[in-house]
């Protein structure tokens, strides 16, 4: 349940192949802006256990994503910070909760990080883009070079719609799966990040 990344998890937020119109975060004008992710959308975690499939939801999260030509039909994108507290992993049963905070290490390491500042877009036939990055995720005080991806477009208001999800697995932060039931239930290595978010307009 260590999950977020988001990280993620969040994090956060890319998407899709780099094909020939591809453009790298370094193309972005000097004067870009730092738009606030602050707490719009969805990040939520799934994975399952010998017994049963379990959820968690990220209830807020905070980061920056600086863009650059965002006039354009594809904005650059110059880099991305996602922090995703540990205490706002929240599950439907107090027990797993406790277990999923406790194997994220909180009280020693109490926020998952994701920062990239390599960001790619690239345009889609359907009139939304895809992101991809390559950045750090920090877990449990474990961090780890992954590339995440995901599918954004720009909405008449001037925000930013942003989905896409990421699998992982929890030994690769070293974190040690959760059991309940003296051994008898345990947390799969597996796990899946879904995000839903929506960037506000720079102009905000």
Request: charged fraction near 20%; glycine fraction near 4%; avoid cysteine.
């Given at each position: 349940m260590e999950q977020t990344l988001l990280v993620l998890t969040g994090l956060l937020l890319l998407a899709g192949p780099m094909g020939p119109n591809a453009r790298p975060a370094n193309a972005a004008p000097a004067d870009s802006i730092t738009v606030d992710v602050g707490e719009q959308g969805e990040i939520v975690v799934n994975g399952s256990s010998n017994v049963r499939a379990w959820t968690m939801e990220v209830e807020s999260f905070r980061g920056?994503?600086?863009?650059?030509?965002?006039?354009?039909?594809?904005?650059?994108?110059?880099?991305?910070?996602?922090t995703v507290p540990v205490e706002e992993l929240v599950a439907d049963r107090s027990s797993m909760q406790e277990k999923a905070h406790k194997a994220l290490k909180k009280k020693a390491h109490p926020d998952i990080t994701f920062a990239a500042d390599e960001v790619m877009t690239s345009e889609s036939q359907d009139g939304s883009f895809a992101v991809s990055t390559t950045g750090d995720l920090t877990i449990a005080g474990t961090t780890k070079t992954v590339e995440l991806k995901a599918t954004a477009a720009r909405r008449d208001d001037g925000t930013y719609a942003v989905e896409g999800e990421h699998d992982l697995k929890?030994?690769?932060?070293?974190?040690?799966?959760?059991?309940?039931?003296f051994g008898a239930l345990k947390v799969t290595d597996e796990i899946e990040v879904e995000f839903d978010i929506i960037l506000p307009s720079p102009s905000e």
């Open positions: 920056t994503v600086v863009l650059g030509d965002e006039d354009s039909a594809i904005p650059s994108i110059q880099s991305i910070n996602v929890l030994s690769t932060f070293d974190v040690e799966r959760p059991s309940a039931m």
